[in-house]
């Protein structure tokens, strides 16, 4: 959707390889969170309008994209993703044209898809371990996704570098997009992820660097929160939104919705995509992280499948425009593989790299903000049971109000995004149904789905119910109050002829007559349930007068009381 062109890298050609040369390397990252409803209840504002809003205080800035933008920049690689989709997703992903843009501009809620970007960071500087050489990454873009009427955003992060051993690229798929360190070895080293990373401007300052050595920070923040502290370099690549467990103060506030390591996307231009092993493919595909030479990461039975659950191998021959092609997925990541020899598989404007980084980026991005938007779906009907105190009329207002509000937005949801075709074209068709069965959308849809569905429908039960009582205890009252109506108005005659009598008295009968009443009325809603089933059982033709009058005199018995 955006112009995602990278700079091309200067300088001098290294020397040659030994092993299995990435000649060419990209990560994608993609980071789905969950935004907080905001404290502030009169904000009515949407959380890309109060970003944007910040002005010169936020580094983010909103994108205007090819499709809406200056036509100059509308290159052939934009047309080749819009044409990728069907009607209904380009519509979703690009909206209406030129002339929409402007009625959008004047109707903020229009927009189903916002993109901010920042620009102050130009590469990442990694130690994979410690002890380890620094390895600087280009970094392309870092962008912001928003979308309309689904509390969600997505941090995408896209990574550049040239001429790396595989060995070292798998090592930085491997250890990239950790939110946070998932433990640390007995020396106090963190494990899983960088050793360290920092953020570089164009000038090459220092902006943030991480903190997964500070094993203390992230016990005290878990064992006060119970909620995991997010690496200083990805809280600082974030700002102004704050995590929602920190003590920081922000207007846009989000949490962890997912497993704390990244989605990835991965495209690696090799010298001979052949030679790599079995070995080599499943720890690219799984994003495992270098091993011994030919070992596999797992248990030979375990991967037994692995060609024909994670690879999609359409273009895996030694001819066509891109020979020796091949796609890995495992849901969490879409890795592709090819010759750096092929003009078509490295060319950025029609080749295959310029489907990475256009439909195939967008096809990955649909597929995790279902699974994102669903999982808040879930969270939120978690938050609404854990905060419903049945005692408390005003919690349980509360909580209907939630349910209710939840099951509109899935609706709106469902109709907006919930997408099973995105593409007729065969292998844009079959990289997403390959994601999304890996992810198990149409399962989380359908669990999802019956959940919000069995909350209203205890609601609209609970409704009935209470219009049921309601009904019952009027039915008891117009019964009775019918006999001494049709007692006193008999033949129009009053049985105290009071008509003539001083005002005074006629207010005091009067008043007298209402508070009795009143009581009598009173009374008998209290006793409608009692009374409404001594009604049931006098219309029973099978029960005698006795059990009749018992059942009359049960009413006034002490007993359990109102159900």
């Known amino acids: 959707m955006l112009d995602q062109s990278a700079p091309t890298a200067t300088g001098p050609a290294p020397a040659k390889l030994a092993g299995p040369a990435v000649q060419h390397l990209r990560q994608v990252l993609l980071w789905p969170l969950r935004l907080m409803p905001d404290r502030d209840e009169g904000d009515a504002r949407a959380p890309w309008q109060r970003l944007r809003d910040l002005g010169a205080a936020s580094p ?27 009607p209904y997703v380009q519509r979703f992903l690009y909206g209406e044209g030129r002339a929409a843009r402007l009625q959008r501009d004047a109707d903020e809620q229009g927009a189903p898809m916002r993109v901010f970007r920042r620009r102050d960071v130009a590469r ?14 280009r970094v392309v873009h870092v962008d912001l996704y928003f979308f309309f009427d689904v509390d969600v955003a997505l941090l995408n992060v896209e990574f550049a570098a040239e001429q790396l051993p595989l060995r070292v690229a798998q090592e930085l798929l491997y250890r990239n997009g950790r939110a946070y360190p998932p433990g640390w070895d007995a020396g106090g080293l963190p494990q899983h992820c960088h050793f360290g990373v920092e953020w570089l401007s164009p000038d090459g300052r220092v902006l943030a660097k991480s903190d997964a050595a500070a094993r203390e920070v992230f016990l005290a923040h878990v064992a006060e929160h119970r909620s995991p502290r997010i690496s200083s370099h990805w809280a600082w690549l974030l700002e102004p939104l704050v995590p929602d467990h920190s003590g920081a103060t922000g207007q846009l506030r989000y949490r962890q919705i997912e497993y704390y390591r990244m989605p990835t996307m991965a495209y690696l231009a090799i010298d001979d995509p052949r030679l790599l092993t079995r070995s080599d493919f499943v720890r690219l595909g799984l994003v495992t992280g270098a091993g011994g030479e030919g070992e596999l990461p797992y248990a030979e039975c375990h991967l037994a499948d692995f060609e024909a659950r994670h690879c999609y191998d359409r273009f895996w021959s030694s001819h066509g425009a891109a020979p020796d092609t091949r796609y890995l997925c495992s849901g969490r990541s879409l890795v592709v593989v090819g010759r750096a020899d092929a003009p078509f598989f490295c060319c950025g404007e029609r080749g295959v790299l310029a489907q990475f980084r256009h439909p195939h980026f967008m096809i990955f991005l649909i597929a995790h903000f279902q699974k994102a938007a669903l999982l808040m779906f879930s969270d939120r009907l978690a938050e609404a049971l854990r905060r419903l105190n049945v005692r408390d009329a005003n919690s349980v207002k509360r909580f209907k109000r939630e349910i209710r509000s939840c099951f509109e937005s899935f609706l709106r949801f469902t ?55 309601t009904v019952v205890r009027l039915t008891v009252v117009t019964m009775f109050g019918l006999i001494g109506t049709v007692t006193t108005g008999f033949l129009g005659m009053n049985l105290l002829a009071e008509a003539d009598a001083p005002l005074s008295r006629r207010m005091l009968l009067f008043a007298a007559v209402f508070v009795l009443m009143t009581v009598l009325t009173f009374y008998t809603i209290a006793k409608s349930k009692r009374l409404s089933d001594f009604l049931d059982v006098l219309s029973d033709e099978r029960l005698s007068v006795w059990q009749k009058t018992k059942v009359l005199f049960a009413v006034w018995k002490s007993g359990d009381g109102e159900r």
């Open 60 to 86: 983010w800035r909103e994108q205007v994209d090819e499709y809406t933008g200056d036509p100059a920049q509308f290159h052939e690689r934009h047309y080749n993703e819009f044409v990728t989709f069907l």
């Open 415 to 469: 109709h907006r995004y919930w997408f099973h075709e995105l593409a007729e074209q065969a292998q844009a068709r079959a990289l997403f149904q390959l994601t999304a069965s890996h992810l198990g959308l149409d399962t989380l849809y359908a669990e999802v789905k019956e959940r919000i569905a069995d909350m209203n429908a205890y609601l609209d039960a609970d409704s009935l119910r209470r219009q049921a009582n």
């Open 124 to 137: 990442a500087r990694v130690w994979p371990h410690a002890g380890a050489d620094p390895i600087e990454l």
